[in-house]
């Protein structure tokens, strides 16, 4: 009788932690209902300067790595492939659409430990920061082999001083 009751209250227990984290991601999902839609992907993309397989991280506020960005999907952790292009940077993510990132609206490249519930080694994720309207997001990558970070690294910060910045003349 003991381990049964226990067994109950273990599953109600486990029941409402999981309704608790689906009210969370709800509740956060309306607070950003205003975040604009992400840039369509072009129809035809130059050759890729730079690729490689990895880890999408997640999209968070620029400078609160713990405010995951819910809407468009932009907080989930997947399988990715990055690839950057002359006209910008792709995410092509298993499970979930893709997220493009116009080169102009790129505004920074550097190397993290850790983000949005991901910690790995010193420098071990490649951060993007870049402009989605007017909210300046941080979105996470981890290569899956080490060796294609620092070429990605490169080309992604030659790619945002080449580029023209986006909206210069209204400070966005």
Known sequence: MVKELSLLFTLVLIAA??????????????????VEPLPAVPAVLGS???????????????????DR??????????????????EGVLFERSGAGPVFIPAA??????????????FVEKDGLLVLS????????????????????ALLLATLQDLISAAPQADADSGK
């Open 17 to 34: 932690a999981l309704a608790l984290i689906w009210l969370g991601w709800r509740n956060r999902l309306r607070r950003q209902a205003d």
């Open 48 to 66: 890729p300067l730079a690729g490689a397989d990895g880890q999408y991280v997640a999209s968070t506020t620029a400078g609160d790595w713990l």
């Open 69 to 86: 960005i819910a809407v468009h999907q932009l907080g989930i952790r997947t399988n990715a492939v990055l690839s950057v292009h002359p």
């Open 105 to 118: 609206r790129l505004s920074g490249v550097r190397q993290e430990s850790g983000m949005a519930g991901k």
């Open 130 to 149: 870049w402009m989605l309207g007017s909210r300046e997001l941080d979105t996470g990558f981890r290569t899956r082999r080490a060796e294609d970070k």
